[in-house]
């Protein structure tokens, strides 16, 4: 907490500052000096700012920040920090580790750019915008042969280069003798799209990007932007459902004409005909030389470095930045009959060109597994966190994930350029994920919704048993429209329930039962609900969550363990701040039709056992199968017995005897006149079934069989007046044992 109105006012002053900075140093990306001196500016302020405002400044982002930029840089600095202890080149490594402890104060500072909602617009819009400023130019030089930003921006950075095309591959304001504009852009283009997304000016981005990046030739910005699309297309399908047929043709045949124009003027250049003609060789397997044509010579790097220089070195490597020092000296060992490529030309590598390798060469094993944990960690961290903050970081997600991509095969990852880049976007994405304040959903909690969808498709007897659920919901919530979805099965029974207002229905239809799907999709897109709650959890409803409802408060089960579904229910509403009085003892007085004289004219007394022996077609283990003897020896105590068969029970419950209950017609009752009958009987006897859950909720004395296909403390039938009993076989139990529970309970009655 800041501790004075000084602190107050440091803290401040650096949280507005933050964004811009990020910006400022993706601005000065083209230029070397120029983002260096902007990283270096960032890393000023940061320590200023910890001077002045103390621990407390420090502590801004919060806790769950610091110890993800913590696990970071552990991974990025203590690796380099081991290998150079046993270093080959130790000048070189130590001076490495010395220089990049600057990064801990810029990651801090990216993630507190990420900490506010106004922060987060200011740094996806920024860069967002920064990438669009590339995009296009370089689609200007593309297409023209020349830049005029380019030579208005040497006027300011003499260090980029105002030349043309060099050797056909498009590099824009990085300059010629900088092959990063495609890598850089396709890690940056995230934001660009998220920023677009849902405009028509998406289409435009993703074809300039294409154009742009294929251009470059840079074969790993080409996987990279194919990664970034990918996640785009699953990010926005659930818009993609929304549009009608002729939209989505109309949208197809737009994209084809692009991708048709887009091929053409790529392919007309030399310099990607060039490009795809050496990829190609890689279907050459047989061939040495051929394979390393088609990887500009990485296989050369590999199969001189694996073997050899990582073989010697594997445990800390050879020191960080120490590649192009070291392997000259297992380059020019005899390799398959001829001399290592780059000995040969009398040159050396650079770097590892690959960032596995790069970090297993100069770091060794040690940081191979510090990176593989820092990356766990983080994953783990993602799939832990809130629906909502992964929104928040949706973009710097992806960014993160394509940079650190495995066949990222040109940068170098412990360069100035390409590690300080990498560590930006890393502590966008910690800040965003971590931040403690939401940005989505717009709305809260359920008192802020207006329009709240409760997603309960049954069975009947799960149905039954969330009526208290829906009757705290709607005694905490009434000035929402809360509609159900369920299944058309249970549409007329739940379309009089007195809790929900509407009643939409749910098909469940697999998935090539496509146009369905499609049509219930539209349904609840339209339908625009800022709040569901899912008592459903099943994993259907989840896909609905990601599909739809990302944007809408969601109360789905709770983490807590639950005994038994009205349990989970309870904890469900307790979780989402809803007061809970009806949930656990749910009641279905409100279906109860008025059935006196309906049994009066067929003979039914007024004590009655009511018996339900059947069951869920597709759970015929569940059905004890002695209902016919227990009719038969209570009517011979003189104890009326009633049945109300469904529709496929017609033959089965006649065989029971006693009074089966039927209209003229022959038709059977429907649910408010089966509840009408169950809230006259004196004791109901069933298996583990909808009537049986609906007798419990009319507040009857009852008993519930239950065999090993079900728990009865799952189910939580045995409450108030109704009893369970369960046994380890169901055909063992005896009719003589019911019976007398039967009778027991009449004679207490």
């Known amino acids: 907490m800041i501790e004075n109105a000084r602190q107050r006012k440091i803290g401040n002053v650096v949280s507005r500052i933050a964004p811009w900075w990020v910006v400022l140093y993706v601005f000065c990306l083209p230029g070397t000096g120029a983002a260096e001196g902007a990283l270096a500016l960032g890393v000023l302020l940061t320590l200023l700012g910890w001077v002045a405002g103390g621990r407390a400044v420090m502590a801004l982002p919060g806790r769950a920040v610091w110890q993800a930029i913590g696990v970071v840089f552990l991974a990025y600095w203590g690796s380099e920090l081991i290998s150079a202890i046993w270093a080959q080149v130790p000048a070189k490594a130590w001076r490495e580790v010395a220089r990049d402890v600057r990064y801990l104060p810029a990651l801090w500072l990216a993630a507190l750019a990420m900490r506010e909602a106004a922060g987060r617009k200011v740094v996806y819009a920024g860069i967002a915008a920064v990438a669009a400023?590339?995009?296009v130019d370089a689609a200007i030089q593309g297409l023209t042969g020349t830049s005029p930003i380019l030579a208005a921006c040497k006027l300011l950075w003499p260090q980029i280069e105002a030349r043309q095309l060099y050797a056909d591959r498009l590099q824009g304001l990085f300059g010629s003798k900088k092959f990063t504009l495609g890598q850089t852009l396709a890690s940056l283009s995230p934001f660009l799209l998220f920023w677009l997304r849902?405009?028509?000016?998406?289409?435009?981005?993703?074809?300039?990007?294409?154009?742009?990046?294929?251009?470059?030739?840079?074969?790993?910005?080409?996987?990279?932007?194919?990664?970034?699309l990918l996640c785009e297309l699953w990010l926005n399908r659930a818009v993609w459902r929304c549009f009608s047929n002729k939209a989505k043709v109309a949208l197809v045949l737009l994209v084809c004409l692009m991708a048709v124009g887009i091929a053409g003027a790529v392919w007309q250049k030399p310099g990607f005909q060039q490009r795809a003609k050496t990829a190609a060789m890689l279907t050459d397997i047989e061939s040495d030389q051929s394979r390393d044509v088609a990887t500009s010579f990485r296989w050369t790097i590999w199969t001189t470095s694996v073997p050899r220089m990582i073989a010697e070195h594997w445990g800390v490597g050879v020191g960080v930045r120490g590649f192009r020092d070291v392997y000259p000296r297992y380059a020019g060992k005899e390799r398959a009959g001829e001399e290592d490529f780059f000995t040969q030309h009398g040159g050396t590598v650079l770097h590892a060109h690959q960032v596995v390798l790069e970090v297993w060469s100069e770091t060794g094993v040690v940081g191979l597994l510090m990176w593989l944990a820092a990356a766990f960690w983080l994953i783990r961290r993602w799939r832990d966190a809130a629906e909502a903050a992964r929104v928040r970081a949706s973009p710097a997600t992806v960014a993160v994930m394509v940079t650190f991509f495995p066949f990222n095969t040109h940068l170098g990852f412990f360069s100035s350029h390409w590690g300080g880049f990498s560590l930006m976007?890393?502590?966008?994405?910690?800040?965003?994920?971590?931040?403690?304040e939401p940005l989505l959903p717009i709305r809260r909690n359920l008192r802020e919704c207006r329009k709240i969808l409760v997603i309960k498709h049954g069975a009947f007897g799960d149905l039954v048993q969330s009526f208290g659920t829906l009757a705290d919901i709607r005694a905490d919530l009434p000035q929402a429209e809360i509609t159900l979805l369920t299944t058309s099965t249970y549409r007329k029974l739940m379309e009089r329930c007195p809790y929900v207002d509407r009643v939409l229905t749910d098909a469940r239809a697999k998935w090539w039962q496509w146009r369905v799907n499609r049509r219930l999709l539209?349904?609840?897109?339209?339908q625009a609900f800022d709040g569901v709650i899912d008592l459903q959890h099943s994993g259907r409803v989840r896909y609905y969550r990601y599909a739809l409802f990302r944007d809408a408060v969601w109360v789905g089960k709770s983490s807590a363990p639950a005994p038994s579904m009205l349990e989970s229910f309870r904890l469900q509403l307790l979780a989402a701040g809803i007061a809970v009085k009806h949930s656990p003892q749910p009641d279905a007085q409100w279906?109860?039709?008025?059935?006196?004289?309906?049994?009066?004219?067929?003979?039914?007394?007024?004590?009655?056992?009511?018996?339900?022996?059947?069951?869920?077609?597709?759970?015929?283990?569940?059905?004890?199968?002695?209902?016919?003897?227990?009719?038969?020896?209570?009517?011979?105590?003189?104890?009326?017995?009633?049945?109300?068969?469904?529709?496929?029970?017609?033959?089965?419950?006649?065989?029971?005897?006693?009074?089966?209950?039927?209209?003229?017609?022959?038709?059977?009752?429907d649910w408010f006149e089966l509840a009408g009958v169950l809230r006259r009987a004196a004791f109901v006897v069933g298996n583990d079934t909808g009537p049986s859950h609906l007798a419990a909720a009319l507040g009857r004395r009852g008993l519930a069989l239950f065999g090993p296909a079900s728990s009865a403390a799952?189910?939580?039938?045995?409450?108030?007046?109704?009893?369970?009993?369960?046994?380890?076989?169901?055909?063992?139990?005896?009719?003589?044992?019911?019976?007398?529970r039967v009778c027991e309970a009449l004679e207490q009655a």
């Open 714 to 740: 799952r189910t939580a039938l045995g409450r108030a007046q109704f009893a369970v009993l369960e046994v380890d076989d169901l055909n063992k139990l005896s009719v003589e044992t019911v019976l007398q």
């Open 198 to 228: 849902g405009r028509v000016l998406w289409l435009v981005a993703v074809a300039l990007l294409v154009f742009v990046i294929l251009l470059t030739g840079t074969r790993a910005a080409w996987i990279t932007l194919g990664v970034v």
């Open 133 to 135: 400023f590339w995009t």
């Open 591 to 669: 279906m109860a039709a008025e059935m006196d004289d309906f049994l009066r004219q067929r003979g039914v007394p007024e004590r009655f056992v009511f018996l339900v022996p059947g069951c869920s077609a597709g759970h015929p283990e569940k059905r004890w199968p002695h209902y016919a003897a227990l009719a038969q020896a209570l009517c011979e105590r003189g104890i009326a017995v009633v049945s109300a068969p469904g529709p496929d029970e017609l033959s089965w419950a006649r065989s029971l005897g006693g009074h089966v209950l039927l209209h003229e017609n022959g038709g059977v009752l």
């Open 522 to 526: 539209r349904t609840l897109a339209v």
């Open 425 to 436: 976007l890393t502590g966008l994405f910690v800040g965003a994920l971590c931040s403690r």
